[in-house]
Antibody, heavy 121, light 104 residues
Framework: QVELQESGPGLVKTSETLSLTCNVS????????WNWIRQSPGKGLEWIGC???????IYNPSLKSRVDISLDASKNHFSLKLNSVTAADSAKYYC???????????????WGRGSLVTVSS | YELTQPPSVSVSPGQTVSVTCSGD??????VSWYQQKPGQSPLLVIY???RRPSGIPERFSGSNSGHTATLTIRGTQSTDEADYYC????????FGGGTRLTVL
């Protein structure tokens, strides 16, 4: 079955770069978009951005200047980098697959369990 | 683009409850709905306005017209108590603020 698993440091220092990886199993990258979403404690969901299987990206305009998402099909993973982090970036970070195919977006059908990241000096 | 959901709704077991998601001409977009229970990842329950993924009970249904999309749960069970989020694509994915469903 399809599984997504986030990994990365649970603690990042203020002003540094948050780096997470989403390992994908049970499915190829195919022609889907692969997403990062975050959720601050007690708050709602915030979409960060996505990467297509060809490596092209789309980002949330509010985070675009600080975000980089990439994909490595040979390693079955895609990655998130968020630079210049502050305490406001402390959140649980989820990766998710878009069920749309052939470059279309549809819905987020498979999600990882999430990775909690705390930003502190 | 903004999607507005009521912060909370409540329902008695066995009754029907609706969760709304309002946005400018949202009826022209495809809406998906997610259920999130405490400590769990979001779960897709409705996509493309009214379609149910396999494994989602028939009591979950969706509609979308004009400026409001609606998630309806019929015969609500205690296990349906959760936060619900709507999601649309508007040059980027946009989530609604979420609605906490309480089954009293």
């Amino acid at each position: 079955q399809v599984e997504l698993q986030e990994s990365g440091p649970g603690l990042v220092k203020t002003s540094e770069t948050l780096s997470l990886t989403c390992n994908v199993s049970g499915v190829s990258f195919g022609k889907n978009f692969w997403n990062w979403i975050r959720q601050s404690p007690g708050k709602g969901l915030e979409w960060i951005g996505c990467v297509y299987s060809d490596g092209s990206t789309i980002y949330n305009p509010s985070l675009k200047s600080r975000v980089d998402i990439s994909l490595d099909a040979s390693k079955n993973h895609f990655s998130l980098k968020l630079n210049s982090v502050t305490a406001a970036d402390s959140a649980k970070y989820y990766c998710a697959r878009d069920s749309g195919e052939g470059g279309a977006v549809e819905a987020l059908d498979f999600w990882g369990r999430g990775s909690l990241v705390t930003v502190s000096s | 683009y903004e999607l507005t959901q009521p912060p909370s709704v409540s329902v008695s077991p066995g009754q029907t409850v609706s969760v709304t998601c309002s946005g400018d001409k949202v009826g022209e977009k495809a809406v998906s709905w997610y259920q999130q229970k405490p400590g769990q990842s979001p779960l897709l329950v409705i996509y493309r306005d009214y379609r149910r993924p396999s494994g989602i009970p028939e009591r979950f249904s969706g509609s979308n017209s004009g400026h409001t999309a609606t998630l309806t749960i019929r015969g609500t069970q205690s296990t349906d108590e959760a936060d619900y989020y709507c999601l649309v694509w508007h040059s980027a994915w946009v989530f609604g603020g979420g609605t906490r469903l309480t089954v009293l």
